[in-house]
């Protein structure tokens, strides 16, 4: 698993905002993606809003490394990488401590120390034995009081094999995790012994606990329908204390995950559930992969190897397109899941471009739990090189048996408003007197309700300029450097308003397509309404707060090009469009409105001279342009395309660089 440069994760961009956000709203810069350096220079890459973030940990090498997290709350998550547990003997689990992934706020009595104050102490000695009953020179410990989180949580060291720690009376849980390494020292695993049941009695002695990392027999696998080599397993722990507090275990490792069996506590409640990750063997022909969601188990069973039948799975077929320059052939796609309870953790897998490959995935998924995937289709060849990035947006479910065709970077790439399915945030809405116009990231390809962003490592300044002018009846009311803008005291009248966007991305050397786009759009507000805007009451708008009852969708037009190149967005003789005019939709609501024309020309000299494509209408909203590739082999032509419809609304999009000759 592979991040996208030795910088960071792609973010995710969202419009600025012109006014504060309503009371209790999150901000839009909630979904962005962070970035944090552990000690040892592994990293861990978040996203997502507070409390309900997803993550992964990498290494030097962008790969998703072995790690142990424990989330006991009260504003702590410790995230330790396995090759921190070689030289146990200096780890500082403060040093690991990464408050953004917990999923609650620090508290005054907690903020300082995990252990409250006013509680009498008791020694806790945890010896830890490895796989040869030798002292551990590779584990820690988590001690948990589990009458009451709150009395007790904290991660200890197993320093040449002990851990000592002071706890209060009462009834523990500890778990341990060992660390395990190949031949060069490269960890390549994790095991977990689980010890329940314990009980810190009130009195001077030492209560010694033995963690022998033997008792991890139990291997988490899958055994699916086709063969595949497991490159990603997350074992989630959840143990509950007897007042209701769940506190997140987690082991991950490529494919090499242990766990001792554990079956219901005396006090409190414990679960399990795992997301396991395979890909198809070298040499298996057409490329395929598994990603599964198993359900909660209400213990930790003894038999950790999960059955996997076909008729449990959605079968997405997907196709990776890519820039003509990326010579290289070199992409990532990523797919996770995200769960209220326990955050979320995706990872990144390489694919060579252009690619197919069909993901099987867990159909429907567990309650609770929802799908986020992503494409990076141009990486930087150099740590301050830029990246192209496609986001799908995060996906509910899909239903058991489900084949989806989808094809991923496939251009011409430009901004549209998008048209989505599923519930979705709305960014051009109307409600009372608020109004968010924006564009669906820097660029969309052939799917409506992807949105794409040209994005550079952490660290590094970004070269690509956004620059986004409202207009309200001719007169500038706004000007944002951003994909759109958040408007306050909107007139109650019919006006109309007029977006312009440009975006320029020539300063990233790793991408030659669609490098600049101008967008001139023109729709008439009326706030009388059509019934057809309102907002369907699964998806949600900044502007209504936590109304989406008085959301509105905007009447923006939107446009979807399917265009004939190859898998390098690559043209040859004859080009041919296939263009669809519709409008922002959300479920099927937006306008109905129909386009009244459409217009497509072509320059082969950087805009200099326009020639017309011969565009017919074919039916409703749709045309077909086409035209002949005078350039030369490896030119790159730009695009205009203009569309009006019935209600005053128009689009001018241009495109420098559309695509490439071959």
Not at 137 to 150: G, K, P
Not at 427 to 440: L, W
Not at 591 to 603: D, G, L, R, W, Y
Request: proline share 9%; with cysteine.
């Amino acid at each position: 698993m592979t991040a996208p440069v030795a910088g960071g994760a792609p973010a995710y961009a969202t419009p600025t905002a012109s006014v504060p956000p309503p009371a209790g709203v999150p901000r839009p810069d909630a979904v962005a993606t962070s970035s944090i350096t552990l000690p040892g220079g592994d990293r861990v890459i978040y996203q997502g809003a507070s409390g309900s973030r997803s993550y992964d940990v990498v290494g030097h090498d962008g790969r998703t490394v072995p790690f142990l997290k424990f989330d006991p709350g009260s504003g702590h998550d410790y995230v330790i990488p396995a090759s921190a547990l070689s030289h146990v003997a200096s780890l500082d689990p403060e040093q690991y401590d990464v408050p953004q992934l917990s999923r609650s706020a620090a508290s005054p009595a907690t903020q300082a120390s995990q252990t409250p104050a006013g509680y009498p102490l008791h020694i806790v000695q945890i010896n830890a034995n490895d796989l040869t009953s030798a002292p551990a020179q590779n584990a820690l410990s988590f001690v948990m009081n589990v009458d009451s989180r709150a009395k007790f949580a904290a991660v200890v060291p197993d320093i040449g094999g002990v851990a000592r720690v002071a706890v209060p009376v009462g009834n523990y849980a500890i778990y341990t995790g060992f660390a395990e390494y190949d031949a060069s020292g490269n960890p390549t695993g994790v095991r977990l012994v689980l010890q329940d049941d314990l009980v810190v009695p009130d009195s001077s002695g030492v209560t010694t606990v033995t963690a022998d990392e033997r008792a991890a027999t139990a291997q988490v696998s899958a055994a699916t329908p086709r063969p595949a080599k497991s490159d990603n397993v997350t074992l989630n722990v959840i143990r509950t204390d007897a007042v209701g507090n769940a506190v997140p275990i987690q082991a991950v490792a490529s494919g090499n995950v242990f766990v001792s069996p554990q079956g219901a506590p005396a006090i409190g409640k414990l679960g399990s559930q795992v997301v396991w990750d395979g890909e198809s063997p070298a040499g298996a022909g057409s490329r395929y992969r598994y990603d599964l969601v198993f359900p909660q188990a209400a213990d930790v069973p003894a038999n950790e190897r999960f059955p996997v039948t076909a008729s449990g799975l959605a079968s997405l077929h997907y196709t990776f397109d890519t820039d003509a320059s990326n010579t290289a052939h070199t992409a990532l796609y990523e797919i996770g899941m995200r769960s209220d309870q326990l955050g979320g953790m995706f990872a990144y897998y390489p694919v060579t471009v252009p690619e197919r490959l069909t993901d099987y995935v867990t159909a429907p998924l567990p309650s609770g739990f929802s799908w986020l995937q992503s494409y990076f289709a141009e990486l930087g060849r150099a740590p301050d090189e830029g990246f192209a990035g496609l986001q799908a947006g995060d996906v509910p479910s899909f239903a058991a048996g489900q084949q989806v065709w989808r094809t991923w970077g496939h251009g011409p790439l430009g901004p549209q408003v998008g048209r989505f399915s599923g519930p979705s945030l709305c960014y051009s809405c109307v409600a009372g007197t608020t109004m968010g116009i924006a564009f669906n990231g820097d660029f969309t390809d052939s799917e409506p309700e992807t949105p794409g962003y040209y994005e550079v490592p952490f660290g590094y300044p970004n070269p690509t300029v956004e620059n986004f002018v409202v207009y309200r009846d001719g007169r500038q009311i706004d000007q944002e450097p951003g994909v759109g803008a958040w408007l306050n005291d909107i007139p109650q009248q019919t006006d109309t308003y007029r977006a312009v966007f440009d975006v320029d991305a020539s300063g990233i050397s790793s991408v030659s397509q669609a490098t600049k786009t101008h967008t001139d759009l023109t729709f008439v507000y009326n706030p009388a309404g059509d019934p057809h805007l309102t907002l369907p009451p699964a998806d949600s708008c900044y502007e209504g707060g936590g109304d989406p009852a008085s959301c509105r969708i905007l009447p923006m037009l939107d446009l979807n090009y399917q265009l004939n190149t190859d898998g390098s967005n690559t043209g040859h003789a004859v080009s041919v469009l296939n263009l669809t005019v519709g409008h922002e939709s959300y479920d099927g609501q937006g306008s109905q409105a129909p386009a009244t024309s459409a217009k497509v020309e072509v320059s082969f000299d950087g805009g200099s001279t326009w020639k017309s494509a011969a565009t017919v209408p074919t039916v409703r909203n749709h045309y077909l342009a086409v035209w002949p590739n005078t350039g030369a082999k490896g030119s790159m032509p730009s695009l205009r395309i203009t569309a009006t419809d019935s209600i005053g609304g128009s689009i001018t999009q241009t495109i420098t660089n559309a695509y490439t000759i071959g």
